[in-house]
């Protein structure tokens, strides 16, 4: 019989995995691309800052549902590559609420034993994100519960390029021959190396794309769009997620498992 403490809201230290969700096919890595915060303060007239900032609210609840739930990984796509191109205005105000979401979360998600990551470039001209980001990383690296990546001036064409330079440079300097660069070992220079594999991409607000975000570790996830504004994503978006994840058959290239 499966332990149901965690649906009944029992604490976080100590749930076991909800098997009884998604028949207990979880996936272990999921991926959330947290769209329409724009849209959903237009919808309430409010300013688009207000949008973000419930949005990091929808992370909070996301963060702990994931846990509860069970998932080994999530990974949040928190600020592409291509978002310089908006409002400087709009930028520095979700600058700004990065850093008082790590001031003000991180011991909480320490305690919680979740280890944080961050995949992307970082912010090379403000030193302040760069030495939280990094005191984030180095307090939690131990930590062996939830692994939370925030994908951070990330772009996936740009990590890839990353490191098939840093192949190239190892090429170059002898240490690697060319027939040695395979899939796997791509992918280790990835961001991403150690994670688990990519199984589920939701992408909220009903936009149906990937802007960039994972696109090598996505080749056999299952994509999943939500029609839900991020603001108001909570836990029972994410089980409805992850039950659908459940109900679809992943194939690898292969046939049916009933033969067909
Ligand atoms: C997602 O919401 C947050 C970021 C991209 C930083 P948006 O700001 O893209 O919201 P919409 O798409 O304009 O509604
Ligand atoms: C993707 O959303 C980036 C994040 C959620 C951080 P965007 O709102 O930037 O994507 P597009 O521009 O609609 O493709
Ligand atoms: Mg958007």
Redesign the pocket.
Known sequence: MAKIGVLSGASTDTATKDTTLAGGRLPQHVAI??????????AHGLP?FE??RR?VEAVRRSVTAAQEIGLEALTL????SE?WS?PFA?ISE?MGLLKRFIRSDLKRLHEKNVRVRIIGEGHPDDPEIGTLLRETEILTQDNDGLQLTVAFNYGSRNEIARAARKLAEEVAAGCLTPEEITPDRLSAELDTAGLPPLDLVIRT?G?QRLSNFLLWQAAYAELVFLPV??PDFDRTWLENAVNEYARRERRFGGIGSDGY
């Open positions: 691309i947290m769209d329409g915060n724009g849209r959903w303060a237009k688009r949008g973000h949005g796509y928190s600020f592409s978002n908006r709009e979700l607000s936009e504004l991020w």
